[in-house]
């Protein structure tokens, strides 16, 4: 089935308009008040632009299967129509994969580029595509408990249940067929012979208890990416910018002043 090439994203805006911009894109199955924390913290010095993945949070959902290229120039349409021409860029998981792809195809576009929780291939294919079904058969808030399971370390999962109610809630907000699609895309992405095309500066951040991409493959990552640092953060799995708010928070900051001209 044909669908849209690119989707109004829904999106906030905070801090001043005229400060260098600052684009956060989260994880499958987040919104995004995954970057609160980020949000609260760096608005005062920077124009914080926060993203909903298509058929995420606010967005809209057009049919699957996505592509990892469709996810992009959603975020290219979005830029162009707030007439942002380069912006830093904070991806995690998915919304990592969508910046190394903005990174080596785009690279005007991409001033800096800060990596959290993601992969240059979310390989084998066959488990995404098998999630895919489940939640098109059965719903994502059949899975939604399951997957929140894997985003915070353990120690955190049995101290913090009003954490984990408010993310399984986010998840399930998420529409069956936008989540759906973009295991899809996830499915096709292999991004590993374009790390070295990647020029923006780099900022790799792994948790230390992450199931999904843990730093073992985060480091991997890093050392394709000639123009990065690396760093693990602990307790820490696959939101590590939530457990971790102050420490990533502070490390994203020192980033962009890094690379603010």
């Known amino acids: 089935m044909e669908h849209e090439l690119t989707v109004t994203l829904h999106y906030e805006q905070h801090g001043d308009p005229s400060a260098p911009a600052v684009l956060f894109l989260g994880s499958l199955g987040s919104d995004l008040s995954m970057w609160q924390p980020q949000i609260d913290a760096l608005s005062a010095n920077w124009h914080v632009i926060a993203v909903d993945h298509r058929g995420h949070g606010s967005s809209p959902a057009p049919q699957g299967p996505y592509t990892m290229s469709e996810l992009s120039a959603d975020i290219i349409t979005l830029l162009d129509s707030l007439n942002v021409q380069t912006a830093h860029y904070v991806g995690l998981s998915l919304g990592g994969a969508v910046g190394q ?31 895919a079904q489940t939640v098109r058969t059965d719903g994502l808030a059949s899975i939604a408990e399951s997957i929140v399971s894997r985003w915070f370390s353990p ?3 049995d101290s913090d249940r009003d954490l984990v109610d408010r993310h399984v809630a986010m998840v399930t907000g998420t529409t ?26 780099t900022l790799v951040i792994a948790g230390e208890e992450d199931p999904a991409t843990p730093p073992a493959a985060m480091q991997t990552l890093a050392e394709g990416i000639a123009t990065s640092e690396f760093h693990v953060v602990a307790p820490g ?25």
């Open 176 to 201: 069956d067929e936008g989540y759906a699609a973009s295991c899809e895309a996830l499915s096709t992405w292999d991004g590993r012979d374009d790390l070295a095309r990647i020029t923006a500066p």
């Open 101 to 131: 792809w903005l990174a080596a195809n785009h690279p005007d576009r991409i001033r800096s580029l800060t990596l959290l929780c993601t992969s240059s291939a979310f390989l084998p294919a066959q488990p995404w595509l098998d999630r």
């Open 237 to 261: 799995a696959h939101l590590a910018n939530v457990e971790q708010a102050d420490k990533v928070t502070q490390l994203i900051a020192d980033h962009l002043r890094k690379n603010q001209l």
């Open 155 to 157: 120690g955190r999962l």
